[in-house]
């Protein structure tokens, strides 16, 4: 299993990032997919979870109208679009497989700030 993330940089408050997700080494449309997230001294956290076909999504409170996650089966590929950033979204963001999860990313650094 490999999951490898990209996207994230440094982007000024109210902007936007889309970050991606390229998997490989396992059957990618049989899985639920999510990112996760972790800031400096907190707990990692959910924001986005997806189904396997794409129907369905779940998120977390706090980004719900400004992030949307999606997904393209054919390119084994997990996608994040971000809008209205804001500071407290500052976090390295984690690709991962399964429901419950059973593999990571490495994660991506996603800094909002002016």
């Known amino acids: 299993v490999q999951l490898v993330e990209s996207g994230g940089g440094l982007v000024q408050p109210g902007g936007s990032l889309r970050l991606s997700c390229a998997a490989s080494?396992?059957?990618?449309?049989?899985?639920?997919m999510s990112w996760h997230r972790q800031a400096p001294g907190k707990e990692r956290e959910l924001v986005a979870r997806?189904?396997?076909?794409?129907?369905?999504?779940v998120y977390a409170n706090s980004v719900k109208g400004r992030f949307t996650i999606s997904r393209d089966n054919a390119k084994n590929t997990l996608y994040l679009q971000m809008n209205n950033l804001k500071p407290e979204d500052t976090a390295v963001y984690y690709c991962?497989?399964?429901?419950?999860?059973?593999?990571w990313g490495p994660g991506t650094q996603v800094t909002v700030s002016s």
């Open positions: 991962a497989k399964g429901s419950p999860t059973q593999d």
């Open positions: 080494g396992f059957t990618f449309s049989s899985y639920y």
């Open positions: 997806i189904t396997n076909s794409g129907a369905n999504m």
